[in-house]
C-alpha cells in the first residue's frame, strides 16, 4: 500500500508565499512521475505542475514563473514552492504520484488527501 501525505497549505494573503510538500511512503518500488493538482470550489481538478523521476518539469500556464517544483528522490518527496499568491490561486491542492509498488507489475496513480490553499485580497 502507497500512503501520499501533503502538508504546508494554509491562509495567505494575496502577494504571499507558501510552500508545499509530499511525502509518499509504503510498498514502493519505484516512482515515475510526481505532481501537484488543485481543485477550486465548483472546477474540475486542474494540473498544476509535474515532474518526472528525471527532473524535468512542466507547469500550468496560469503558474508559471510563480510556481517550483522539485523533488528528493532519496526522500519519495516533492515539493512546490508558490510565490506571488493570487486569490485565483485558492484551491485544494493534491499531490499524486505514479508509483510501481510492490506485487505489481505496472505502476498506478496514487493521490493525498489534500491541502487547502486560501489567498485572500
Known amino acids: 500500500q502507497v500512503q501520499l501525505v501533503e502538508s504546508g497549505g494554509g491562509l495567505v494573503q494575496a502577494g504571499g508565499s507558501l510552500r508545499l510538500s509530499c511525502v509518499a511512503s509504503g510498498s514502493i518500488v519505484s516512482i515515475n512521475a510526481m505532481g501537484w493538482y488543485r481543485q477550486a470550489e465548483g472546477k474540475q481538478r486542474e494540473l498544476v505542475a509535474r515532474i518526472s523521476s528525471g527532473g524535468s518539469t512542466n507547469y500550468a500556464d496560469s503558474v508559471k514563473g510563480r510556481f517550483t517544483i522539485s523533488r528528493e528522490n532519496a526522500k519519495n518527496t516533492i515539493n512546490l514552492q508558490i510565490y506571488s499568491l493570487k486569490p485565483e490561486d485558492t484551491a485544494v491542492y493534491y499531490c499524486?504520484?505514479?508509483?510501481?509498488?510492490?506485487?505489481?507489475?505496472?505502476?498506478?496513480?496514487?493521490w493525498g488527501q489534500g491541502t487547502q490553499v486560501t489567498v485572500s485580497s
Open positions: 499524486y504520484a505514479d508509483v510501481l509498488s510492490v506485487g505489481h507489475y505496472s505502476s498506478s496513480d496514487h
